[in-house]
């Protein structure tokens, strides 16, 4: 059998060069053809090693909350959530309102309670409507105090207007230790105003002026504002269940 080195010799020395320059297109061809599958191949190799490793970190973030819920429900955390329920069944009974402060994702948290109460929790539950209220939720008053008064006082100061004796004020904080929602505990109890935590980390020191307090066991800014809100529309079904049960409020 001839090689392709044999056939070239074997043509007339006229005909080697542009064979030779032809085979060398060939090859050259092949190579880089060779060499640009090889990149495609590395690179959808790399792009599958990245998907991979990114479904892997949200998997492992939804693993880490599933966990971090889990150790809450062995705890007595579920107990204290149902205790909660019934100061704020009690004080909407007669008469107060709950009142709700947080900072940054906690404050969204606190607006997304208050209007399950207000408006609407469950489509299959349309009832009365119930007193549940954010202290910072107009960026009037919000910048008013801040300048004329500072961002510590943006919670207590609105409070100290609205709230009465009797009432319920619910403070989020993942740290425990927001300044803002600290004070707000510190007015709600010179005004004779239930406090509840829905706290993080130790607790502290914000647990230390709750009455109750529900304290997720963890670190993770993320991780607690998920055991946060699903607490909050566990607490606000159990006060609308709770309070149509006692026949305080009606459906319509």
Same mark, same amino acid.
């Not at 909660?84 to 709950?98: F, H, K």
């Not at 609205?162 to 803002?180: F, H, K, Q």
């Not at 504002?225 to 159990?238: K, N, R, S, Y």
């Given at each position: #059998?001839?090689?392709?080195?044999?056939?070239?010799?074997?043509?007339?020395?006229?005909?080697?060069?542009?064979?030779?320059?032809? !085979?060398? !297109?060939?090859? %050259?061809?092949?190579?880089?053809?060779?060499?640009?599958?090889?990149?495609?191949?590395?690179?959808?190799? =790399?792009?599958?090693?990245?998907? #991979?490793?990114?479904?892997?970190?949200?998997? #492992?973030?939804?693993?880490?909350?599933?966990?971090?819920?889990?150790?809450?429900?062995?705890?007595?955390?579920? $107990?204290?959530?149902?205790? =909660?329920?019934?100061? =704020?069944?009690?004080?909407?009974?007669? $008469?107060?309102?709950?009142?709700?402060?947080?900072? %940054?994702?906690?404050?969204?948290?606190?607006?997304? !309670?208050?209007?399950?109460?207000?408006?609407?929790?469950?489509?299959?539950?349309?009832?009365?409507?119930?007193?549940?209220?954010? @202290?910072?939720?107009?960026?009037?008053?919000?910048?008013?105090?801040?300048?004329?008064?500072?961002?510590?006082?943006?919670?207590?100061?609105?409070?100290?207007?609205?709230?009465?004796?009797?009432?319920? !004020?619910?403070?989020?904080?993942?740290? %425990?230790?927001?300044?803002?929602?600290?004070?707000?505990?510190?007015?709600?109890?010179? #005004?004779?105003?239930?406090?509840? %935590?829905? @706290? $993080?980390?130790?607790?502290?020191?914000?647990?230390?002026?709750?009455?109750?307090?529900?304290?997720?066991?963890?670190?993770?800014?993320?991780?607690?504002?998920?055991?946060?809100?699903?607490?909050?529309?566990?607490?606000?079904?159990?006060?609308?269940?709770?309070?149509?049960?006692?026949?305080?409020?009606?459906?319509?």
């Amino acid at each position: #059998m001839y090689s392709i080195k044999n056939i070239i010799l074997s043509l007339h020395p006229r005909s080697i060069k542009p064979a030779l320059f032809a !085979l060398e !297109l060939i090859l %050259g061809g092949i190579f880089i053809a060779f060499n640009s599958l090889r990149v495609i191949i590395n690179l959808n190799f =790399i792009e599958v090693i990245r998907s #991979m490793t990114q479904q892997n970190h949200i998997r #492992m973030l939804f693993e880490e909350s599933i966990a971090l819920k889990q150790k809450v429900m062995e705890t007595d955390l579920l $107990g204290t959530l149902s205790d =909660i329920a019934d100061m =704020i069944v009690e004080s909407i009974a007669n $008469g107060g309102r709950l009142y709700l402060c947080g900072n %940054g994702g906690s404050a969204a948290d606190a607006q997304h !309670l208050a209007a399950e109460l207000l408006i609407r929790l469950r489509s299959s539950v349309n009832r009365d409507s119930l007193p549940a209220l954010t @202290l910072a939720t107009d960026i009037s008053s919000v910048t008013a105090c801040g300048n004329d008064y500072g961002f510590d006082d943006i919670f207590a100061r609105p409070l100290s207007g609205l709230g009465r004796a009797g009432d319920v !004020l619910l403070g989020i904080t993942t740290s %425990g230790t927001s300044p803002n929602v600290i004070k707000a505990f510190q007015k709600a109890r010179e #005004m004779s105003i239930k406090t509840v %935590g829905f @706290l $993080g980390c130790s607790g502290m020191p914000a647990s230390d002026l709750c009455d109750l307090a529900f304290v997720v066991p963890s670190m993770n800014t993320g991780r607690v504002q998920e055991v946060h809100i699903t607490a909050g529309h566990a607490l606000m079904e159990a006060v609308e269940d709770r309070l149509l049960a006692r026949g305080v409020i009606k459906t319509l």
